[in-house]
């Protein structure tokens, strides 16, 4: 079994183990990635020697008693979706004509623990979307510089006391991200290594005192509609033992992604061979 396979089934057991406590009965989400996966396979289309088209548009069909109880777990579900998507089609050798979009949709015709995948594929613009993975929470980079720390002045307030005040910044000029130890008393390692300064490449691991943070890049479709909008705007005012505040009036905003093939972050296997 290669990197790609344990990695991934690695994710489906993030996926499906994070919200199993939910599940006692019904549909898992676990099941939703299978079916997700089996939707790529059934309709990849061979364009050319080296490119294998698939759906990137995805409606996810639920019996209304699923679709409930998926609707309460937020953002975090789609999220992780859209990623396991990303990885398959990499293993696969898939590629997508613009960004990935998964919907939940509600079908009262439908019994309890039954799922049916529609897909399309639809061309256009791709958002990528770099987001750090903290404790069991994810943040999305808002800024060009995020301070990650202990202390109420970080942009990302973590309660860790193996962390000082501001322990680490992350770095993201809209292509590359990279991760400085900003001087802290008991240091950083990435990937098990001491950190000073280094890239920040996605699924790397940083590691501060007790706390792992995980650098991810999502590949979405930029002008999808968002089904968890309103969670997602209230859940960073949310009480929880990581919080983000918002970007500071002197920060610069996310610089738009770059769309030059040479500084282009690929995780997702959109771009294909150039």
Same mark, same amino acid.
């Given at each position: ?149 202990? !202390?109420?002045?970080?942009?990302? *307030? ?26 802290? *008393? ?73 769309? !030059? ?14």
């Amino acid at each position: 079994m290669g990197l790609l396979d344990n990695f991934e089934k690695g994710l489906e057991r993030a996926v499906n183990g994070a919200f199993a406590k939910t599940f006692k009965s019904g549909l898992q989400p676990v099941e939703i990635t299978a079916a997700l996966k089996r939707e790529l396979e059934t309709n990849a289309a061979v364009v050319s020697r080296d490119r294998i088209l698939v759906p990137n548009n995805f409606k996810v069909n639920l019996a209304s008693g699923d679709y409930q109880r998926m609707l309460q777990l937020g953002p975090a579900l789609i999220d992780q979706l859209i990623q396991l998507v990303q990885q398959h089609a990499t293993r696969q050798g898939f590629q997508f004509a613009g960004g990935i979009t998964i919907v939940l949709i509600e079908n009262p015709r439908m019994s309890d623990g039954m799922v049916q995948i529609t897909s399309s594929t639809v061309q256009g613009a791709v958002s990528w979307t770099p987001v750090l993975d903290i404790g069991g929470k994810r943040y999305p980079i808002t800024s060009s510089r995020t301070i990650i720390g202990r !202390g109420s002045d970080a942009d990302i *307030t973590v309660d860790d006391t193996g962390i000082s005040r501001q322990h680490v910044e992350v770095l993201w000029d809209g292509s590359r991200a990279q991760a400085r130890d900003l001087g802290s *008393t008991n240091g950083s390692t990435l990937n098990g290594a001491r950190l000073t300064k280094a890239p920040f490449e996605p699924e790397s691991v940083l590691q501060i005192g007790r706390t792992q943070i995980i650098f991810r890049v999502l590949a979405q479709a930029a002008a999808s509609a968002d089904q968890y909008a309103d969670l997602r705007q209230g859940r960073a005012s949310s009480s929880k033992p990581a919080q983000q505040r918002p970007a500071a009036a002197n920060q610069q905003d996310l610089p738009p992604t770059d769309t !030059g093939s040479a500084n282009r972050q690929d995780p997702g296997g959109f771009w294909g061979k150039q």
